[in-house]
């Protein structure tokens, strides 16, 4: 016999667990046992649609971000915390946009209503549907915690045989506040009617004495007015004035037909989180429930009274977020009531006005914006709408943060290094715009002859590859003087946001994650490579670089500088492809140690430390104190190149990182970070007098794995083994991609080092 619990007992314990936590979620409430809850958070309890959603932000809290152009808020709700992480697919930057939308919930919040679209604007593909799928899915979670717990209210009324009295159901003439049909079995309620616009249960207390029932507690902010102010649906003020009449007045025999629940968000539900495609279609209509339900199962003092049900997607959405995907592909017309109703926070039907009590967000297409500019009504719908800017991402870490996150994980193949990097890389490149160099664009400059005459000569230079390299890593072009290179840095804020006021800003034309998306998943399938190859995703990049008739970004005119040169990009992407293949393959082939270039030049600035400041330095060994190393720093200054003199090279480095020190106060000096130039080029020198030794190992990696290593002898093997095996440790190379690598550099960087 087995000792695991039968089905049955499972089952029962399973039971146990959901009873349990529906009682603690304090799910189903009287009239009087909420208005206790009500007083132990009246923050939480008191919240509309704006201050939920601006609480959901809170709740999940946010942290400090910093990019080279400048330090932003993030919201860690868009990191999709609560999702198991690998299938989430969180929110990749866009900062300024979230510090956008959470501004415009505080202003709703401090105005007491929602009283603007938040219209979310870009090009396709620009994350716009993306920021508000993470909103919803949080506003989904939130409602589940206890802090984000909300309550609606519903009518009920028992069988007759409960009671009897005025309603033609009973009643004893006695009135209390706590008793209540709330909590009655299903088998002794008649009816339960729904109010579909979920008034708050607040709203059951007449605004005068709810006034005075509010101002009895603490509240970290005022009332909002949904609450104070508002009052009834029609359905609910019907169903109230019908139940005061029967009962004479008596208000607390009303409130024992108030059942108060709980109510949770939900997509899949449509409640409370709701997207709404660009279809033509009413967001709100009404029907007539009195006429086709059976006039029985109702008590006698409502069977006369017109009840009206509502429903549509802004009923669906009341309390959370109604979102309008590509609002304005819809004629004009078909969201015209939005003018008013955002105003009014009202919307007319037939026989009713509802209130409204939903945050309405939407995204739109930078084309169809711009008709919409020109249509005569559009300065009217400016004042109710906050719109907000979501472009592209200029950062290619960024890009590749998407294409890691979202793509690589659907491929089915090894994803070989670069791959993503390419793509990336790539679509970034497509976004560049030259710059304009304006006088803003200097510190402190007043006009623009203020600009340095340098600096204006170094953005006119600036190629579109170096400037995507400067928005991601915030490294100016090393072949800029260290002056300027300074004044880059210090300038990059203004020039990362130099095209924001213009309609065509950067980030608004070029190649969509969508289109990059496609690109990878068919290079994954390329018959040429058993991996997802960059060669493969250069070869895609080439396929999607002539379909020009189809994309906007492939018929802009090149520019000086290499903008908006596709041909250009392939090349470049194809040579850094190549330079990170030499780096790679020169720091696997054992030859020399990674972090011995690294510790030499360490070695030499703390020896030319010492000797600047004509001081001695400890011998790390023998731990005596000796002049600064002469031929050491001679040999360095050799590798590096020094053309303008030992001295003044020496004294130069010192400067160097006495202004790094100044820019990155408190932070520890690592050469590899302040001299990353000086670095590559000491191991370019190096690495010249190994190129045969590493061309021969990196041919004989190609023969192992394509070939079996026919004809090598066991010392061959083991150096190409030991390549392969250092390319995966250090940089996630399979043999099959760290094949394609040695092949790629055999025809192309090393041929003319290989024995004939």
């Not at 006698?300 to 049900?309: D, K, P």
């Not at 709408?385 to 294409?403: A, N, P, T």
């Not at 090393?478 to 213009?502: I, Q």
């Not at 997802?532 to 090149?558: C, G, I």
Request: with cysteine; proline share 5%; net charge negative.
């Amino acid at each position: 016999m087995s000792d695991s619990p039968s089905v049955a007992a499972e089952l029962q314990a399973v039971g146990d667990r959901v009873r349990e936590r529906f009682q603690s979620d304090r799910r189903v409430l009287s009239f009087a046992e909420y208005l206790e809850l009500f007083g132990t958070n009246p923050d939480r309890y008191a919240r509309d649609a704006t201050r939920f959603v601006r609480d959901a932000f809170d709740h999940y809290g946010s942290e400090e971000v910093r990019y080279p152009w400048g330090t932003y808020t993030r919201w860690k709700l868009f990191d999709l915390p609560f999702e198991r992480q690998e299938t989430a697919s969180p929110l990749v930057g866009q900062e300024h946009v979230q510090e956008e939308i959470y501004r415009a919930l505080s202003n709703f919040a401090r105005e007491g209503k929602a009283n603007r679209v938040v219209l979310l604007h870009g090009p396709n593909g620009s994350a716009k549907s993306t920021i508000v799928g993470c909103i919803l899915r949080a506003l989904e979670n939130f409602s589940q915690c206890d802090n984000g717990a909300m309550y609606r209210f519903y009518w009920v009324f028992p069988v007759q045989n409960v009671t009897r009295g005025p309603l033609g159901f009973g009643g004893d003439g006695r009135s209390s506040l706590h008793a209540s049909y709330a909590h009655l079995p299903p088998d002794q309620l008649e009816t339960k009617i729904a109010v579909e616009l979920r008034d708050h249960p607040l709203h059951l207390l007449p605004i005068a004495e709810r006034s005075a029932f509010l101002k009895r507690f603490p509240f970290r902010e005022p009332p909002n007015r949904w609450l104070a102010e508002g009052e009834l649906s029609h359905k609910s003020r019907q169903i109230f004035e019908a139940l005061l009449a029967a009962y004479r007045g008596d208000f607390l025999e009303v409130l024992k037909h108030v059942q108060v629940e709980r109510w949770f968000v939900s997509r899949r539900y449509r409640t409370g989180a709701v997207t709404l495609g660009p279809q033509l279609s009413v967001d709100a209509s009404e029907r007539q429930v009195t006429m086709d339900r059976s006039l029985a199962s109702l008590p006698a003092s409502l069977q006369a009274v017109s009840l009206y049900e509502v429903r549509g997607d802004l009923v669906d959405a009341g309390g959370g977020v109604l979102e309008f995907s590509d609002l304005l592909k819809r004629p004009l017309d078909a969201f015209k009531y939005l003018q008013l109703a955002v105003e009014s926070q009202e919307v007319p039907l037939g026989a009713q006005n509802i209130p409204l009590n939903v945050v309405m967000m939407g995204s739109a297409n930078e084309l169809h914006l711009d008709a919409f500019r020109e249509h005569p009504e559009f300065p009217s719908f400016r004042g109710r709408m906050d719109l907000i800017r979501s472009g592209y991402l200029l950062s290619w870490h960024q890009e590749k943060k998407i294409y890691d996150a979202q793509i690589a994980p659907q491929v089915t193949r090894h994803v070989a290094p670069h791959a993503t990097e390419l793509a990336a890389l790539f679509a970034v490149l497509t976004r560049m715009r030259k710059p304009k160099v304006p006088a803003s664009l200097a510190q402190g400059a007043a006009k623009a002859e203020d600009v340095p005459t340098a600096l204006v000569a170094a953005l006119n230079e600036l190629t579109a590859l170096e400037k995507a390299d400067l928005y991601a890593t915030g490294t100016p072009p090393g072949r800029f003087d260290d002056d300027v290179r300074k004044r880059l840095r210090s300038n990059l804020k203004s020039l990362f946001f130099e095209w924001e006021s213009d309609t065509v800003y950067e980030g608004r034309i070029g190649a969509s994650p969508r289109e990059l998306r496609t690109v990878i998943l068919d290079a994954a399938q390329h018959d040429g490579y058993k991996c997802l190859s960059p060669l493969a995703v250069l070869e895609e990049l080439e396929a999607l670089s002539a379909r020009r008739a189809e994309f906007e970004w492939l018929q802009v005119e090149p520019l000086p500088g290499g903008y908006h040169d596709i041909p250009g990009f392939l090349g470049a992407l194809r040579e850094r492809l190549l330079a990170s293949y030499v780096d790679e393959a020169y720091a696997a082939s054992g030859l020399i140690e990674e972090a011995s270039y690294e510790e030499l030049f360490d070695r030499y600035v703390q020896n030319v430390g010492a000797w600047v400041k004509k001081e001695r330095i400890r011998n790390r060994i023998t731990g005596d104190y000796e002049e600064p190393d002469e031929a050491m720093m001679r040999e360095v200054e050799r590798l590096l190149g020094a053309r303008n003199g030992a001295e003044e090279f020496r004294r130069h480095t010192i400067a160097t990182i006495a202004a790094w020190a100044i820019d990155h106060p408190g932070q520890k000096i690592e050469p590899t970070v302040v001299f990353p130039d000086a670095l590559r080029a000491m191991k370019e020198a190096i690495f010249q007098g190994l190129l045969s030794k590493v061309a021969l190992i990196v041919r004989d990696v190609a023969m192992l794995v394509r070939e079996g290593g026919d004809g090598m002898d066991v010392a061959r093997k083991a150096a190409a083994t030991a390549m392969i095996s250092r390319l995966s440790a250090r940089y996630g190379y399979c043999p099959h991609c760290a094949a394609d690598l040695a092949s790629q550099l055999v025809r192309t960087r090393l041929r003319d080092h290989l024995p004939s």
